[in-house]
């Protein structure tokens, strides 16, 4: 498993859309897709994710 890979979970451009087709959105870079964003991305570019921003730790 690739431990580098970017976890749109933790990333505050994430969301989920109402989209049955395209459930999975990126604020960031304005599109949605059927796969992880970051997935879709790695794909096109060959690269890691560059809107990446991590969402801040509500456990503390």
């Known amino acids: 498993m690739d431990t580098n890979r970017t976890d749109c979970f933790k990333c505050k451009n994430f969301y989920i859309t109402w989209d049955s087709k395209f459930p999975y959105g990126c604020r960031g870079l304005g599109f949605k897709s059927k796969a992880l964003p970051s997935r879709e ?3 096109a570019s060959g690269t890691e994710c560059l809107k990446f921003i991590r969402k801040p730790d509500i456990r503390k």
Request: without cysteine; glycine residues 0%.
């Open 41 to 43: 991305v790695k794909i």
